[in-house]
């Protein structure tokens, strides 16, 4: 089992940039696809970015490539998403999620396993 604690968000104008950490407990955290999914107000959760074991293989949807981008630091059980040129539509509640499914390109909330509690952010006009 892994336990994952997001860090990071907040209120940024449109345009800035956040960094969002996620860290994993556990000594089994290169063994996970990691994800990142947000959830604005009145909307169901989405899918955002997702990256493989090793880190090679990264990701995204649509409405956020190009600008965003998900690391991994397998020494440190932390999974990582840099935001730039953020958006209104940004605006949500972020988690991190763990799956331990086969593959890699994982973007179903039902193949992710474990989730963090969520951080917020917010992008401002």
């Known amino acids: 089992q892994v336990q994952l604690v997001e860090s990071g968000g907040g209120l940024v104008q449109a345009g800035g940039s956040l960094r969002l950490s996620c860290a994993a407990s556990?000594?089994?955290?290169?063994?996970?696809?990691m994800g990142w999914f947000r959830q604005a107000p009145g909307k169901e959760r989405e899918f955002v970015a997702a990256?493989?074991?090793?880190?090679?293989?990264?990701d995204y949807a649509d409405s956020v490539k190009g600008r965003f981008t998900i690391s991994r630091d397998n020494a440190k059980n932390t999974v990582y998403l840099q935001m730039n040129s953020l958006k209104p539509e940004d605006t949500a509640v972020y988690y991190c999620?763990?799956?331990?499914?086969?593959?890699?390109?994982?973007?179903?909330?039902?193949?992710?396993?474990?989730w963090g509690q969520g951080t917020q952010v917010t992008v401002s006009s």
């Open positions: 999620a763990a799956s331990r499914t086969v593959g890699w390109r994982i973007r179903s909330i039902n193949d992710y396993h474990y």
């Open positions: 556990g000594r089994t955290f290169s063994t996970y696809i």
């Open positions: 990256i493989d074991r090793s880190g090679g293989n990264t």
